[in-house]
């Protein structure tokens, strides 16, 4: 088991920043890639990035490529989401997940799920 749990949301006005954090407990963080998804009211749950185990290789949703970062510091069994130049549509409960295999950008794929922290974005 792997728990998950996020921290970092808030209200930002437009144009602003914010860094969400997700603290992992139990197995071992670092044989995991990890992934942050978000779901906006009335909307399906959408991937925004992902990281390798090592944190050699990132990706990203087209919607935040540019604008946000992923990372992760396995010391601290972290993983990171910095999101800058934040748009009222970036405005949804986010999560971090965890898996081991299949798609990164695909939330089937994913075997473990914090409980989200909500981010809203006012204009």
């Known amino acids: 088991q792997v728990q998950l749990v996020e921290s970092g949301g808030g209200l930002v006005q437009a144009g602003g920043s914010l860094r969400l954090s997700c603290a992992a407990s139990g197995r071992t963080f670092s044989n995991y890639h990890m992934g942050w998804f978000r779901q906006a009211p009335g909307k399906e749950r959408e991937w925004v990035a992902a990281i390798s185990e090592y944190g050699g290789n990132t990706y990203y949703a087209g919607s935040v490529k540019g604008r946000f970062t992923i990372s992760r510091d396995n010391n601290k069994n972290t993983v990171y989401l910095q999101m800058n130049s934040l748009m009222p549509e970036d405005t949804a409960v986010y999560y971090c997940?965890?898996?081991?295999?299949?798609?990164?950008?695909?939330?089937?794929?994913?075997?473990?799920w914090g409980q989200g922290t909500q981010v809203t974005v006012s204009s």
């Open positions: 997940a965890a898996h081991r295999y299949g798609s990164y950008s695909n939330s089937a794929a994913y075997d473990y």
